[in-house]
Every structure is written in C-alpha cells, then in structure tokens.
C-alpha cells in the first residue's frame, strides 16, 4: 500500500460521502449518525480491531449517536491510500449498522 501522499479532492472521487476535511493539513472526513449510542460505540469497534490490523488509525469523536471522523496519514503529511482503504471499510461498517 503506497504511503506517497494524494491530493485529497482526488480521493473523494472513489469516496462519495467524505468531505475534504477544513483542516490546515490535508485530510477527509466524515460526519456520522446511527440509531442510538450502542450502534455508534458498536461501529467505533469495528473500525478500531480494523485500524488496528493496518496500524492506521482515525481521529474521530463521539458524541451519543453521532461519530466525526478524519483520516490523513501522519508520516506522510497527507492522504493516502491507507485513507482510502480505511475510508471504504468506514463506509461499509456504518452501512452495515444502520448509519447515515
């Protein structure tokens, strides 16, 4: 998986609900709703075990039914495609939950 930085409007072209985060570093991010608090904390978990095994992991917030995360690539400086694969696995974790 290459670590060379990517502009971050390019990724959101395979990444349709990510924003291009309004950060001062390049970085995307996504806004989160579920059901309730369990389903969030419950999503939370996945991603994380996820994050684990690729040793990328998100900054993110919770707050009751809603989870903002931001993905960019530290040793990097910027969007990778360790984002985009981490990206793509938020997406279907959330689908899989019941999140919007």
Do not use: Q
């Amino acid at each position: 998986m290459s670590r060379s930085p990517i502009d971050p409007a390019a990724a959101l072209a395979a990444l349709p609900l990510w924003t291009v985060a309004d950060e001062a570093r390049p970085a995307i991010a996504r806004a989160l709703k579920f059901p309730d608090f369990s389903t969030a904390f419950a999503f939370m978990t996945r991603v994380a075990l996820k994050a684990e095994t690729m040793d990328h992991h998100p900054e993110w917030s919770n707050v009751y039914n809603r989870v903002e995360v931001l993905l960019t690539t530290h040793d990097a400086g910027g969007v990778t495609d360790l984002d985009i694969e981490l990206a793509r696995f938020i997406d279907a974790a959330a689908t899989s939950l019941g999140g919007e």
